[in-house]
């Protein structure tokens, strides 16, 4: 087991250096970082004084090396825009982000399950056919159209939500959180719906059809044959056998969640890095947008590798076989 986990360990490693290459290669091909630093009329002689300062005119392997360096302790400069640390602007931003991120996944998870097993169980019922419209729904519209709709429904139409920013929030410590607040609980509601809606019909679907897979092998039928209960069988047995590509799904989204938040935290103006990156790009602030793909790249790995030790957990197949030598 714990040779499994550094070979994973040092898999990440080499995704991590790959994405590092890639985020060091738009300091060098989008554009003069110079020129985002000072102005217009700034003499030519004072313009390499800065590049000299910055380490510009450096051989390109020492540049890269010394970005990775201050990249694995968290310094990726100064944010040509806001003329503040990186590091503290995607601090200020991280609790909005994966508060969003996390309550969407929630939401897809609690609800994607439960209906899937629902539609699974009683695929003919009327419900489930509805279940199944809307997870046509939700994998069809662009997830801007569903944030929108929303908007205009819940807050132009009905006026019971806010249509944009995060509330009031709560600081703890570093961390902020419009979790404790009313306000903030009414802002995170439609974007968390139009953040997950489109993972919660991906869970759906996938569990429906785990559970009509699992319900016709051999072991659900010895198991019917031994007299054990509906409930004991459908949620102790066909429901466990699900769980592994249900946690490849929610583990893997999650990231997913995090990198494309980008759409929703612009529609709902959310104050989280998704928002920071879009208005990086609108003013070619590269240490921004080279920081959040180390940072994207950081998280999908990290949740790779969780992941791939939860399997080994749920199901004891995955164990033997990383026992045994190759």
């Known amino acids: 087991m714990f040779a499994f986990i550094i070979r994973r360990a040092l898999q990440a490693i080499g995704v ?47 540049q890269f090396a010394r970005y990775l360096t201050r990249a694995a302790t968290g310094n990726f400069g100064v944010s040509y825009q806001f003329r503040q640390p990186v590091s503290t602007l995607l601090a200020e931003r991280m609790p909005a982000t994966l508060e969003l991120a ?11 399950v439960l209906m899937g097993v629902y539609s699974g169980l009683k695929r003919d019922s009327f419900l489930a056919k509805i279940f199944q419209t809307v997870s046509l729904i939700g994998i069809s519209l662009p997830t801007f159209l569903i944030g ?29 959180t419009g979790l404790l607040t009313l306000s903030g609980l009414k802002a995170l509601i439609m974007p968390s719906i139009t953040l997950g809606l489109f993972q919660m019909t991906l869970i759906m679907r996938i569990v429906r059809a785990e559970m009509l897979e699992v319900l016709r092998t051999d072991y659900i039928k010895f198991a019917r044959a031994r007299g054990l209960t509906t409930r004991a069988i459908h949620f102790g047995h066909a429901l466990k056998n699900t769980l592994v590509p249900v946690i490849t799904i929610v583990g893997l989204q999650f990231g997913s969640v995090i990198a494309f938040a980008i759409i929703t935290e612009t529609v709902f103006q959310w104050p989280g890095m998704g928002l920071l990156f879009v208005q990086a790009v609108q003013n070619v602030d590269i240490p921004i947008m080279a920081a959040y793909l180390m940072l994207v790249a950081l998280i999908f790995v990290a949740i790779n590798l969780a992941v791939d030790i939860l399997y080994t957990i749920v199901d004891p197949r995955l164990r033997t076989s990383i026992r045994q030598p190759a």
């Open 16 to 62: 991590l250096l790959a994405v590092g290459i890639i985020s060091f290669a738009m300091f060098r091909f989008a554009g003069d970082p110079v020129n985002q630093i000072v102005s217009l009329d700034t003499p030519a002689a004072e313009r390499e004084q800065v590049r000299r300062s910055l380490g510009f005119d450096d051989p390109v392997p020492v």
């Open 102 to 112: 996390f309550c969407a996944t929630l939401f897809a998870t609690g609800f994607g």
């Open 148 to 176: 929108i709709l929303l908007i205009y429904l819940f807050s132009v139409t009905l006026g019971w939500l806010p249509s944009y920013g995060r509330g009031d929030t709560v600081r703890i410590g570093w961390w902020t």
